[in-house]
């Protein structure tokens, strides 16, 4: 059985690879990785929030998370009765530089209930409304058909398979296999491959790998090919993203 704890407003650090087992939260919680990579793990999936990124929890999602790169790490609660966006499942959302800069402030000083705090709250809630949803998640195929497939492609992202292949190799016919990626996990084969290669690649970033070397290792043809949907993906190149979360050599920015 899962632990229930209130959500706290809170900034901590976790180290590479710590993890907080699976809990639920009687409030609401948005959850920003202010360096490192948070993932957070639900029934229905994984999300992954970068530092342009924050995490919209709602009161009541059994979750866990796990931290990849040392992970600066800032929580927000809110009461259940309170949610700005009307969100009643985990969301990633956008976050601007101002948006960035008032979480950071909002949980500087959790113990703090002065007016110019709560104010700095009003502004935070108006704009988490106005921050874009990013649909960055790994969804949890239910049926085993499509649960090997995935486990499949996800262990090796560098290997260039087609669906024909996999239907090969996992015995599903490719028709089939290409509807049970559109209904069990509401996206294509190609899409769903890009999201788990990015999550790979946010993993490799966050604990100092090359640029090249992550494009590469993660099945991209080129680097330039790999800047290009990390980009797209994140608002910003995986070097300015390796030297945010701190990590090693980015020689392709």
């Known amino acids: 059985m899962s632990n229930i704890r209130q959500a706290p407003t809170a900034a901590r650090h976790l180290a590479p690879g710590e993890r907080i087992d699976a809990h639920r939260h009687d409030d609401h919680q948005i959850v920003h990785a202010g360096s490192g990579v948070l993932a957070v793990t639900t029934d229905a999936g994984t999300w992954f929030a970068p530092g342009t990124r924050a995490l919209w929890i709602p009161a009541g999602t059994v979750h866990a998370h796990r931290a990849h790169g040392t992970l600066d790490l800032h929580l927000v609660g809110l009461p259940a009765h309170d949610n700005p966006l009307g969100l009643t499942t985990p969301t990633v959302l956008a976050v ?63 290997d260039p398979y087609t669906l024909a292949q996999l239907a090969a190799a996992t015995g599903v016919g490719e028709r089939t296999l290409s509807r049970l990626f559109r209904t069990g996990l509401g996206m294509s084969f190609p899409q769903w491959r890009t999201q788990s290669r990015l999550y790979h690649a946010l993993r490799m970033l966050a604990d100092g790998e090359p640029v090249t070397a992550v494009a590469h290792r993660c099945g991209w043809a080129s680097a330039s090919a790999f800047v290009d949907v990390f980009r797209r993906a994140f608002g910003i190149t995986p070097g300015q993203y390796a030297r945010g979360a701190g990590g090693g050599s980015s020689e392709v920015k």
């Open 96 to 158: 601007s530089p101002l948006l960035r800069e008032l979480i950071r402030a909002y949980t500087r000083d959790p113990a703090d209930d002065g007016p110019e705090r709560a104010r700095l709250l009003d502004v935070l809630r108006d704009q988490l409304r106005a921050s874009p949803q990013r649909p960055l998640l790994l969804p949890t195929p239910a049926d085993p058909r499509l649960a090997a497939v995935c486990d499949l492609v996800h262990a090796h992202p560098a």
